[in-house]
């Protein structure tokens, strides 16, 4: 079993750039979740999709974030334009269909340092 | 709503020393919880988890009980290792597919 793939796993970029960043979910699991950690703020939960489908995104910061879930098999979240503040952590973790007590799979991160 | 509530750290013990994390939950109903642990550099992994009152989670010496009357799932370990160093996360888990919600983290450090 492969986990939940992201990439890239570092990614260094100026301010007003555009960041992607992507994320597989482990094949069968139907809900993806996106993270950012710093070590100001924790982790916060940015958005989460079920089947899909964005249930909740109230955790996105502003405008400038964006995510996707074109198919069960991949998720992107955008940052444009990127600012130094958005320098942090950022995890994709999905969870199997209800019923398996809601254990949440990580993985291993984007390290993201906007200048 | 929902929340989680463990000890502020950070900690830090000796090696073969005893380990305790405190963490308490507020929630509607009876949730799923679970120890996350973090290692340097890398994404949360689970550690133990507990599905209903009075169950043990355990994994690689970690201990944790649910329990219901004191809405707590301290973390215990009795002999920790250098190799335990890492920011240990409490979580509950709510119905169907909803996010866990977590507590803030508590950082481990061992010394030898």
């Known amino acids: 079993d492969a986990g939940v793939i992201q990439s890239p796993r570092h990614e260094v970029t100026e301010m007003g750039q555009e960041v992607t960043l992507r994320c597989k979910p482990i094949s069968g699991h139907n809900s993806l979740f996106w993270y950012r950690q710093t070590m100001m703020r924790g982790l916060e939960l940015l958005i989460y999709f079920n089947n899909n489908v964005p249930i909740d995104d109230s955790g996105m910061p502003e405008d400038r974030f964006s995510a996707k879930m074109p198919n069960a098999s991949f998720s992107t979240l955008k940052i444009q334009p990127s600012e130094p503040r958005d320098s942090a952590v950022y995890f994709c973790?999905?969870?199997?269909?209800?019923?398996?007590?809601?254990?949440?799979?990580f993985g291993p991160g984007t390290r993201l340092t906007v200048l | 709503g929902n929340s989680v509530t463990q000890m502020e750290g950070p900690v830090t013990l000796s090696e073969e020393a005893f380990l305790t994390i405190n963490c308490t939950y507020t929630?509607?109903?009876?949730?799923?919880l679970f120890w996350y642990v973090q290692y340097p550099g890398e994404g949360l992994q689970l550690l133990l988890k507990?599905?209903?009152?009075?169950d043990k989670g355990s994994n690689k010496g970690f201990e944790a009980t649910y329990r219901k009357e004191t809405t707590s799932f301290h973390l215990e370990k009795g002999s920790v290792q250098v190799s335990d160093s890492a920011v240990y996360f409490c979580a509950q888990g709510g119905s169907g597919n909803t996010p866990l919600v977590f507590g803030k983290g508590t950082r481990l450090s061992v010394i030898a």
């Open positions: 507990a599905t209903k009152a009075d």
């Open positions: 973790a999905s969870t199997p269909p209800s019923g398996h007590d809601n254990e949440q799979f």
């Open positions: 929630a509607t109903g009876y949730p799923s």
